[in-house]
Nanobody, 119 residues
Framework: QVQLVESGGGLVQAGGSLRLSCAAS????????MGWYRQAPGKQRELVAT???????NYVDSVKGRFTISRDNAKNTLYLHMTSLKAEDSAVYLC?????????????WGQGTQVTVSS
């Protein structure tokens, strides 16, 4: 059973920092492409950053230079280090695992963690 559990969200002032974590179980984490997404009220879910099993990363333009995605395969944990936070970064942040199954790729999602940036 795949489980993704996010943590680390909270209320922070603009310009501050937060580190989100996503603990994964039920998957071969080291072989799984992972990503962080976010969804603000009334808006579509958007990609924030991805990290492949090989370690290569990708970011949406709005967070480049401010956010860093990383992974600890020994701990089966995905991270998102967020700095210079802005009010527009406020959203529920969710992690996603892209799991290879015998039927093809399947996406699994965590329940999300709320990030609120006060201006």
């Amino acid at each position: 059973q795949v489980q993704l559990v996010e943590s680390g969200g909270g209320l922070v002032q603009a310009g501050g920092s937060l580190r989100l974590s996503c603990a994964a179980s039920g998957i071969t984490f080291s072989r799984t492409n992972m990503g962080w997404y976010r969804q603000a009220p009334g808006k579509q879910r958007e990609l924030v950053a991805t990290i492949a099993s090989a370690g290569n990363t990708n970011y949406v333009d709005s967070v480049k230079g401010r956010f860093t995605i990383s992974r600890d395969n020994a701990k089966n944990t995905l991270y998102l280090h967020m700095t210079s936070l802005k009010a527009e970064d406020s959203a529920v942040y969710l992690c996603k695992a892209e799991v290879e199954t015998w039927l093809g790729k399947r996406d699994y999602w965590g329940q999300g963690t709320q990030v609120t940036v006060s201006s």
